[in-house]
């Protein structure tokens, strides 16, 4: 190998790292996004619990931020495989989360929005974790 090959290697190195990291970081920033629409998210199905014509329109408004990000993400370069197994289990404890949120706030805390801003804080650090940790992930720190 001479110097010629051995400095294009190295560039290839240098240009793949790159390119790894920033695919990593628009997944933290999705995630964190995620995260921060969650507290809003439980206080309007928490106001509107019992309500079916305010209910409607909150959850189809999520549906669509949530099919917005989905497009979105699609449009980004693909997440490094170390990220796939924190986002896994950031949505599975998310989804968690929220499901113990709706079902235990709309059978015992319907009009107690302090529950279900509990449970939004509780769903945006879960994924703030993920977001944090995805960006650790993607500078080679974790």
């Not at 896994?88 to 989804?95: H, I, L, T």
């Amino acid at each position: 190998m001479d110097t010629n090959q051995a400095a294009e290697f190295l560039r290839q190195a240098e240009n793949t790292t790159h390119k790894g990291r920033q695919a990593g970081k628009w997944f933290a920033i999705y995630l964190a996004i995620f995260g921060v629409a969650s507290i809003p998210l439980s206080l309007l199905v928490g106001w509107s619990a019992g309500r079916p014509a305010l209910l409607m329109p909150v959850m189809i408004g999520w549906i669509v931020l949530v099919a917005a990000a989905a497009i979105w993400s699609t449009r980004q370069r693909g997440a490094l495989k170390a990220t796939k197994q924190v986002s896994g289990f950031a949505f599975a404890a998310w989804g968690l989360a929220w499901g113990i949120t709706v079902v235990l706030g709309a059978t015992f805390f319907t009009g107690s929005l302090l529950w279900w801003l509990g449970g939004g804080i509780v769903m945006a650090a879960i994924m703030f974790t993920a977001a944090a940790l995805t960006a650790r992930q993607v500078q080679g720190t974790a």
